[in-house]
């Protein structure tokens, strides 16, 4: 079965990080740039990260530039979110979505709760 | 503020049309980039639901259609159904970002 399943969401503190994981199944995942899309409580869509097949070009948005870093593991079918610094504005449910070749997100994952909190 | 405008809310009785307008700029939706329209049922992870502003991916009735006239685009459904309410979300390219894409800031659609 073709899936997206995030992982490694919780309650953290402001200030910590977390890092969440998104593993892949059913496809080659290494043909296949990749986003981050989150969604705060009662909130719509924002999309955070983009990292394309090899890694060579990724983007940020400007709420997460400099605090969140995106990589990935062909070998592990797997993308990461590496979240610094996290305040409870992003608190959210994080996805993973898989870029189709044009352009557009083909595949979401389930997603997972990220929830900051003292 | 999102850079594509949709309004908070729409509503129609079942059977009927409705449209959801996508309010872009000369950045994106003015400059050719494609359009695409996402679907969201509460509790649930978003799915696609048209791309290439009016291509639908398998599975997806033909009720549903894009459309796209300058700075806009729009996305229609004829013959409204029960499970068609849900929130409904534009995406496109902006030129003046250093980004793969931007949403709208969605729609709910509520069947009366």
């Known amino acids: 079965e073709v899936q997206l399943m995030e992982s490694g969401g919780g309650l953290v503190q402001p200030g910590e990080s977390l890092r969440l994981s998104c593993a892949a199944s059913?496809?080659?995942?290494?043909?296949?740039?990749m986003n981050w899309v989150r969604q705060a409580p009662g909130k719509g869509l924002e999309w955070l990260s983009y990292?394309?097949?090899?890694?060579?070009?990724?983007y940020y948005a400007d709420s997460v530039r400099g605090r969140f870093t995106i990589s990935r593991d062909s070998a592990k079918n797997s993308l990461y979110l590496l979240m610094s610094s996290l305040t409870d504005e992003d608190s959210a449910i994080y996805y993973c979505?898989?870029?189709?070749?044009?352009?557009?997100?083909?595949?979401w994952g389930q997603g997972t709760l990220v929830a900051v909190s003292s | 503020q999102p850079v594509l405008t949709q309004p908070p809310s729409v509503s129609g009785a079942p059977g009927q049309r409705i449209t959801i307008p996508c309010t872009g700029s000369?950045?994106?939706?003015?400059?050719?980039?494609?359009v695409r329209w996402y679907q969201q049922h509460p509790g649930t992870a978003p799915k696609l639901l048209i791309f290439?502003?009016?291509n639908r991916p398998s599975g997806v009735p033909d009720r549903f259609s894009g459309s796209k006239s300058g700075t806009s685009a729009s996305l229609a459904i004829n013959g409204l159904q029960a499970e068609d309410e849900a929130d409904y979300y534009c995406?496109?390219?902006?030129?003046?970002?250093?980004?793969?894409?931007?949403f709208g800031g969605g729609t709910k659609l509520t069947v009366l």
């Open positions: 979505a898989r870029v189709s070749a044009g352009g557009h997100i083909d595949l």
């Open positions: 059913g496809f080659t995942f290494s043909s296949y740039s």
């Open positions: 990292i394309s097949t090899n890694s060579a070009t990724i």
């Open positions: 000369s950045s994106n939706i003015g400059a050719g980039y494609d």
């Open positions: 290439g502003t009016n």
């Open positions: 995406q496109s390219y902006d030129n003046t970002l250093n980004a793969w894409g931007i």
